[in-house]
């Protein structure tokens, strides 16, 4: 059955007459008139008894009180599906790992729902591996991470650095050093997150670029929560800067004097998932722009 022609049959059933359904759908009356003998043939019975008044048969009138949710259904599916079509409808899976998650993206998506109310976002957390793995399988569309290993199945752009400072307590050694190595963490206790971590390999990496031995680290499997535990006294920490505006009471904020402290992040997605469907290109410019300008307005280095 054709939409159009159950919606013709709607309008004469509501106007009494072919030619002002057929005015209303800016159609020729002969257009209308074929429509409704097609559709009576395909349903084989009569709807409409021909007269000098427009009546409805039997089987006309089931078929104008059932037919009523259809076309509304079949309508708004048509409308539905031409929104995902154009990007303005859809359903986005979007993995994020920390900071970003708590101290960029909220704000970001909220904006884009606002202008995009009929696409839906659902907001995973979690580890780059994490979230590397769950894009190769399927189970997100996009990624806000730091490097993955990509092979060959992951893409990846860039977006900002993310740097890191030294956070210590109020009335640390090191807390009145305005230039401060890496060498210098030496013989302090270094609270570090966990082993599969990038921002921990990271550091151990710059640790063993400048030939730095800790002997006393503590690993905190949460880098939101090391800076609650450097303003307690526990230790010193490397974290990202972001997480540190405004930073804990009773710590400090000093920069370190390695190029190298920093995380590349950027958006992600399966190689075969590229380029996006339409809502998630979308959203994917929007959070490239978005995130560059957020962090070029934090002094952030790009």
Known sequence: MD???IKSFQLIVAYGSFKRAAEELNYAQSTVTMQIQRLEADLGVQLIERGTKIGLTEAGRMFYEQSLPIAQDLERLQSTIADARSGEAGHI???????TASCRLPPLLSAFMADYPRIRIAVEIASTPSLS??????ELDMAICSVPELGDRLCFEPLFTEPFALLLPEKHP???TADIALTDIQGHRLLITSANCPYRKQLSFLLQRTET??????????MAALPHY???GFGIALVPLVVLNPPPAGTVIRKVNN??????IGLACRAEQYPLKPAASKLYRYLKQELQHMNQALGIKL
């Open 174 to 176: 090191l807390a009145g």
């Open 133 to 138: 793995e769950r894009l190769q399988q399927g």
């Open 259 to 264: 190029d190298g402290i920093h995380m590349t």
């Open 93 to 99: 899976r979007l993995g994020v790992n920390e900071p």
């Open 3 to 5: 939409l159009k022609a």
């Open 213 to 222: 031995t800790l002997s006393d680290t503590v690993e905190i499997g949460s």
């Open 230 to 232: 450097v303003a307690c």
